[in-house]
T-cell receptor
Framework: AQSVTQLDSQVPVFEEAPVELRCNYS??????LFWYVQYPNQGLQLLLK??????LVESINGFEAEFNKSQTSFHLRKPSVHISDTAEYFC????????????FGTGTKLQVIP | NAGVMQNPRHLVRRRGQEARLRCSPM?????VYWYRQLPEEGLKFMVY????????ESGMPKERFSAEFPKEGPSILRIQQVVRGDSAAYFC????????????FGSGTQLSVL
């Protein structure tokens, strides 16, 4: 069965510092990877996705993630965080090729400290 | 354009009672998905519905759980004879015409079984 591991449940970081949120998944021949973000009192929103092609994917608000097949990882990074990035981040994987049957990790709460 | 609406936000039931969770997808979306997040776990796919049809219910427990998405009105996730292990956050997501479209999530319903 597919699985996703997010080892860090909480990550505190000072404003303007870099951050990396880790994500590892169980290996499969064909994999699709996602990062979702949940701001307080809101539903999950798709942040970025890897389906194929370039292994480095970016979001519109400065986050990026790199698909590393050999290490079965899809870590999320941002070189300089902002207060507004405070949220919970979920890594997710799908082996079916579709968006809907994704398996989510347990989430990482990013707390940006002023 | 309102997002995915779920109600109630919090639902408390005693063991043996029925729980009904509602989800109104975004306007124009005809695909609905339900996910469950148990304590300390990631979101897990439960069921995928289109109007009046269950497309994939491979993630639904075999007993006591049912889902519908009628021609008119919201999608309903129904849990009969709830037990304490049903306590979880239940998230609904919707997408437009194609199953491969991005998912839009609601804020979830937190079910607590006493």
């Amino acid at each position: 069965a597919q699985s996703v591991t997010q080892l860090d449940s909480q990550v505190p970081v000072f404003e303007e510092a870099p951050v990396e949120l880790r994500c590892n998944y169980s290996s499969s021949v064909s994999v699709y990877l996602f990062w979702y973000v949940q701001y307080p009192n809101q539903g999950l929103q798709l942040l970025l996705k890897y389906l194929s092609g370039s292994t480095l994917v970016e979001s519109i608000n400065g986050f990026e993630a790199e698909f590393n097949k050999s290490q079965t990882s899809f870590h999320l990074r941002k070189p300089s965080v902002h207060i507004s990035d405070t949220a919970e981040y979920f890594c997710a994987v799908s082996y079916s090729g579709g968006y809907q049957k994704v398996t989510f990790g347990t989430g990482t709460k990013l707390q940006v400290i002023p | 354009n309102a997002g995915v609406m779920q109600n109630p936000r919090h639902l408390v039931r005693r063991r043996g009672q029925e729980a009904r969770l509602r989800c109104s997808p975004m306007k124009g979306h005809s695909h609905v998905y339900w996910y469950r997040q148990l304590p300390e776990e990631g979101l897990k796919f439960m069921v995928y519905l289109q109007k009046e049809n269950i497309i994939d219910e491979s993630g639904m427990p075999k007993e006591r759980f049912s889902a519908e998405f009628p021609k008119e009105g919201p999608s309903i996730l129904r849990i009969q004879q709830v037990v304490r292990g049903d306590s979880a956050a239940y998230f609904c997501a919707s997408s437009p015409q194609s199953r491969d479209e991005k998912l839009f999530f609601g804020s979830g319903t937190q079910l607590s079984v006493l």
